[in-house]
């Protein structure tokens, strides 16, 4: 079956540092989404990419958060620096996502294993 | 701003024991609900509903959704100790985002 990758599965880095995690979304999956969920949250969408583009980035600290898909295929999530806050699960999640903007139908979102991130 | 809430937040139950979850939802352009089940990692798809009064079964698992009064239900009957998870509710909404609004989630304890 099918599934989202990410890497790695957990990360412990100290505050100022720079961290990034890897995604590869379910093959043939054109959309492709960043989540961040804080102990007791559910996830929040950071990004969002249709393809290689970018569909909504307004919730993604700009200032020290950056995202790509430069393929249209896999993605990285980079934090720098890092600060305690940022301690939470990153879970990277993918649907089909057709290119046509129909929205006749929601599409079920499939979710990765995540990488949990400890700052210290 | 789009807005999903849960309840209980948590739920402590004897297996056995039938429960319900509750979700909520203000989602603009509201198009389907969907249900999610979380142990120590990802979510993981439990169902996903667009239309009210239809219930959705998947084993000891069931759904319902309310577009009326804006809410949806989780039932699980028989709980057995490998139900224990957080659900996930999310809301989506149409538009070519395709995006999710999730809640908080119900952090479900079955003790044996």
């Known amino acids: 079956e099918a599934e989202v990758a990410q890497s790695p599965r957990y990360k412990i880095t100290e505050k100022s540092q720079a961290v990034a995690f890897w995604c590869d979304p379910i093959?043939?999956?054109?959309?492709l989404y960043w989540y961040r969920q804080i102990l007791g949250q559910g996830p929040e969408l950071l990004v969002q990419f249709q393809d290689e583009s970018v569909v909504d980035d307004s919730q993604l600290p700009k200032d020290r958060f950056s995202a790509e898909r430069l393929k249209g295929v896999d993605s990285t999530l980079k934090i720098q620096p890092a600060e305690l806050g940022d301690s939470a699960m990153y879970l990277c999640?993918?649907?089909?996502?057709?290119?046509?903007?129909?929205?006749?139908?929601?599409?079920?979102?499939?979710f990765g294993p995540g990488t949990r991130l400890l700052v210290l | 701003e789009d807005k999903v809430v849960q309840s209980p937040l948590s739920l402590v139950v004897h297996e056995g024991d039938t429960v319900t979850l509750n979700c909520s939802y203000e989602?603009?352009?509201?198009?389907?609900l969907l249900w999610y089940k979380q142990e120590k990692k990802a979510p993981t798809f439990l169902f996903m509903l667009t239309s009210s009064g239809i219930e959705k079964k998947s084993g000891r698992l069931s759904s319902i959704l309310d577009k009326k009064e804006l809410f949806s239900i989780l039932n699980i009957t028989a709980t057995q100790t490998g139900d224990s998870a957080i659900y996930l509710c999310?809301?989506?909404?149409?538009?070519?985002?395709?995006?999710?609004?999730f809640g908080s989630g119900t952090q479900l304890t079955v003790l044996p």
């Open positions: 999640a993918s649907s089909m996502g057709g290119t046509s903007g129909a929205d006749g139908i929601q599409e079920t979102q499939y």
């Open positions: 093959s043939g999956h054109a959309t």
């Open positions: 989602v603009t352009n509201f198009r389907s």
């Open positions: 999310a809301g989506g909404a149409f538009g070519s985002a395709r995006q999710l609004t």
